[in-house]
């Protein structure tokens, strides 16, 4: 893990998104306390524990919600112009 700062970062950040890539974990300080890490990206999220727990919550959150009352499937003819349409 390497660390260096906000300036640093700034004026390197292609430089800082390559590390990444190669697998290598950025801490980015400000005045010395670390304020942000960079790190690479897991290719499959679902085995990310952090992600999967933020994944139930927002599930956890749309079965609480009231239903809005659209409609999925095929629209007919009646369903847009109403049955009296001549």
Do not use: H
Not at 20 to 29: K, Q
Not at 64 to 73: D, E, H, L, N, P
């Amino acid at each position: 893990m390497r660390e260096m700062t906000v300036r640093e970062a700034n004026q390197n950040f292609s430089q800082v998104i390559a590390a990444a890539e190669r697998g290598e974990t950025i801490v980015i300080t400000k005045n010395g306390t670390p304020v942000a890490k960079i790190a690479p990206q897991t290719a499959d999220r679902s085995n990310d524990p952090a992600w999967r727990a933020a994944y139930a919550a927002l599930k956890k959150s749309l079965r609480s919600k009231r239903a809005t009352g659209y409609r999925v499937g095929t629209i007919s003819e009646d369903d847009k112009y109403g049955s009296d349409a001549v």
